[in-house]
C-alpha cells in the first residue's frame, strides 16, 4: 500500500540544451538534454534542436544510375557543377544554368582532382583530363631519356621513362662526320621517328632512314659538327599504362605547396602508391613509387596531415611519409615509416580531415587521428561511442563520408541514413531520408550526387516528402525514482517562423505506447512567401515564444517524451522544454 510522503516537490525536467544522441548508456541513465533516439533534428551552435532542411533534385539525368563522381570550381573562367552519370561526364554552368554533356567515361567510381589548371578523372580505368573546353585522355609527358649523347650512342642519363607512354626522346650532339646516330632501345615500334636539328624538323624517309631492330637512325646530310639533334621515338610495353590508368583515387602532396599527385587503388597492387613528376599529372616516372606494407591489405586511404605530412591508411593498420631530399640524385623521395599496427581505415577515399585531424573508419567505429608523426597506439582515440548501437548493426564498408564544414558536421552516410557528429559543439544525431553517392559543400550549401540525381539540401521538404523530425528522451524519474508523480503541463519554447509547429507525445512506465498531448504548438507569421490563407494570420512577432500545454499525466514513476515535427512546408527550432510533477507517494 502506497504511503503519502510530504515533501517538496522534485525539480522540473528542464532542457535548454539539447546534447544529441547518447546510446553508450542506457535509457535511464541518459543526462538531461541527451536523446535516445533523434532523427532528422540538428543541434545548433547554441544547442538548441533545429529540424534540418529538405531535397530538392537540381540535376535530374532520368535513370536510377549511382552518381560515381562530382566537382565543383572554376576552370577557364567558368564556374561549374562537374558530375558524371552513365558513362557521360557533364559541366553544369552556374552562369548559364545549362548542364551540357562533355565527354564519356566508364561508368565507375570516379576521383576528380584540379591540377595546374586542368581537371583529371580517375576511374581504374581510364585516366581523362578537361581544360574547359576538350576532355580527352591525359596528354602524357615525353620525357628525354638522355643528353648530351654522341652519335655512337649512350650519353648522360636525364629523365625516367613514362609509365604512360611508350615514347621517349633523346638528345644527341653532331661531330660533323657522323650520319648513323644510335639510340637508347632496340626494336623499336613502327610509329615514325621523330627528329629537329637544331630546332628544324627533319622527316623520316625523306631525311632519314630507321633501322627498328637496332635503333641505329641515318641521316642523308651529315649533321654539322655541335649540332642539337633530338630523335623521338616510340616503344609500348601493354603493362605500363594500366600501372597508372587501373589505380581509382588521387590526392595531391608534395614540396612546397601540393607539386604532386599520388594515387593508389589499383586492384592488383594493393598495397603500392605512385606519384607524378613535379607539378606534371602526366608524367608517372617508372621509380616513383613505394610499397606500404604487403600486398595482402590494401591502401584505402591517403591524407595530407598538418601539411607535411601524409597519413596512408590500410584496412588494418596505417604509416606516415613525408619529402625528403636526396643529394646524391638532387631527387625528392617520400620514405614511409609505420604510425599504427592496428588502426587503419575501413572505407576506401572514406577519411575525412577534421580541424586538421584526420577521421577513419576502423571496425565498428570512427576514430580521430591525433598525430601523424609518432609511432604510439595512443595517437588515434575513438570518437562514436555515442551511436555504439546503430554502428554496430550497419556495414560501414559501404559508407560514405563527407566534411560539412559550414555545420561543422562530419557525415557518414550508409543506405539512406547519415550518421553525425558535429564537431563543432560535439553532438551527435542522425538524418535520413539521404543517399549520397559524393557529396561537394558549394557555398555552405550541401549538393549530393544519388540515384540518377544530384540533389541540393534546401526547403522544407524531400522533393514533396515531408522531413518528419523525432526525438525520444530517455525515461526520466525526476531525480526521485521511489515516488508516484502527476504531471498536468508542458511548457515549450518555440522560435516563430512563417510556418512552424511541434507534436509533444509522452509515454510512463505505465503506458506502452506514446500518448499524443491533445494541444499542438503552432505559429504562423504573415509571409507572402508561402500564403495559405487557411491558415492566414496577422502575427509579425518572431520574438521566441512559450507556449503552455496541459498533459494530464498520473500515477507514474518514470515519462518519457517524443518531439516531433512532421508537417509539410514546416521549419522547426525547439529552444526549450520543461515539464514539472508533483509527488503522491511511494511507489
Known sequence: MARYIASKPPQPISINQFIGVNEAVGQTGLELGEALRQ????????????????????????????????????????NVLISCNDGNVYEYNFGTLINTPIGTMTDAKTTIFFFESKLYFMNGVEYKQYDGATF???????????????????????????????????????????????????????????????????????????????????????????????????????????????????????????????????????????????LNAGYFPIFNLTNVGTNDSAITDIKTNNANYQIIFKEGESHFSYAEYISTTDTWDYPVKSLNPVVGNLVYNGAQIVNNNPITIHGKSWWQWLTASVKDERNTEVISERLRNSLSEINLSTAVTFDYQNEKEYWCNVGDIVYIWNYGNNTMYTFDNISGTCYLDIDGVVYYGSQGTVERMEGTDDNGVVVIAQLDTGFNTFGAMQLIKTSDMVYVGLLPDSQTSITIYFKTNKINEFKRLTKKPQYRLLDFNNINFNLFSLKTNRNPQTFALPINSRDYTTIQFRLENAELNETCVLLDFLVNAETQGEI
Open 39 to 78: 532523427v532528422n533534428y540538428r543541434i545548433t551552435k547554441d544547442f538548441k534542436l533545429k529540424k534540418r532542411e529538405g531535397h530538392k533534385t537540381f540535376i535530374d539525368y532520368s535513370n536510377t544510375k549511382d552518381i560515381p563522381g562530382m566537382w565543383e570550381g572554376t576552370i577557364a573562367s567558368k
Open 136 to 278: 580527352q585522355d591525359v596528354v602524357a609527358y615525353i620525357p628525354t631519356i638522355a643528353i648530351a649523347t654522341p652519335p655512337t650512342g649512350g650519353g648522360t642519363t636525364y629523365e625516367i621513362i613514362n609509365l604512360l607512354t611508350g615514347k621517349k626522346k633523346q638528345e644527341f650532339v653532331g661531330n660533323g662526320t657522323a650520319t648513323a646516330f644510335t639510340i637508347r632501345e632496340l626494336t623499336i615500334d613502327a610509329d615514325l621517328v621523330t627528329c629537329t636539328i637544331d630546332g628544324v624538323t627533319k622527316t623520316e624517309t625523306t631525311d632519314f632512314t630507321v633501322n627498328r631492330t637496332t635503333g641505329v637512325i641515318t641521316f642523308t646530310v651529315v649533321p654539322v659538327n655541335n649540332a642539337l639533334v633530338i630523335l623521338g621515338w616510340t616503344k609500348v610495353d601493354v603493362s605500363h599504362a594500366n600501372l597508372i590508368k587501373k589505380n581509382k583515387y588521387a590526392m595531391k602532396f608534395g614540396v612546397g605547396n601540393d607539386t604532386s599527385v599520388f594515387i593508389w587503388g589499383h586492384p592488383d597492387f594493393k598495397n603500392t602508391r605512385r606519384w607524378c613528376g613535379t
